[in-house]
C-alpha cells in the first residue's frame, strides 16, 4: 500500500516535496515511481528510480528541475520539485512495480492515493 502526501499550493517558481510512503517489508525489491495527472488530461509519467536508488529517471518535461530520492530504509520515496510551473498542477501519484527497469515508464501496477499540486502563476 503506497500513501503520497506533501502536495499543497505554491506560486510559480516555488518548490515542494512530496513523499510516497510503503507498508510491506520488500519495498527495495520494487521499481518507484512517480505520475500525474492534470484535470482532463491523461495520467502521465513523471520520473522513476531504480530498486537500489543509484539510478533515476525524468519526463522531458521536469528534467532539471525535479529530484526523485528514496530510502529503502524508511521505505519512502521522494520528489523535491522545484522551480515549478503553472503546467505543473495535476494529482501526483506514486507507483511501484516489482519486475523491469525504471527506464520504462510502463508496468506499474500498485498505485496510491494521489496528492494535488496547485502552482498559481
Known amino acids: 500500500q503506497l500513501q503520497a502526501s506533501g502536495g499543497g499550493s505554491v506560486q510559480a517558481g516555488g518548490s515542494l516535496r512530496l513523499s510516497c510512503g510503503a507498508s510491506?517489508?520488500?519495498?527495495?525489491?520494487?521499481?518507484m515511481g512517480w505520475f500525474r495527472q492534470a484535470s482532463g488530461k491523461e495520467r502521465e509519467f513523471v520520473s522513476s528510480?531504480?530498486?537500489?536508488?543509484?539510478?533515476?529517471y525524468y519526463s522531458d518535461s521536469v528534467k532539471g528541475r525535479v529530484t526523485i530520492s528514496r530510502d529503502n530504509a524508511k521505505r519512502s520515496v521522494y520528489l523535491q520539485m522545484n522551480s515549478l510551473k503553472a503546467e505543473d498542477t495535476a494529482v501526483y501519484y506514486c507507483?511501484?512495480?516489482?519486475?523491469?527497469?525504471?527506464?520504462?515508464?510502463?508496468?506499474?501496477?500498485?498505485w496510491g492515493q494521489g496528492t494535488q499540486v496547485t502552482v498559481s502563476s
Open positions: 510491506g517489508s520488500t519495498f527495495s525489491s520494487y521499481v
Open positions: 528510480i531504480s530498486r537500489g536508488g543509484g539510478s533515476t
Open positions: 507507483a511501484a512495480k516489482s519486475s523491469g527497469s525504471h527506464i520504462n515508464s510502463a508496468g506499474f501496477d500498485s
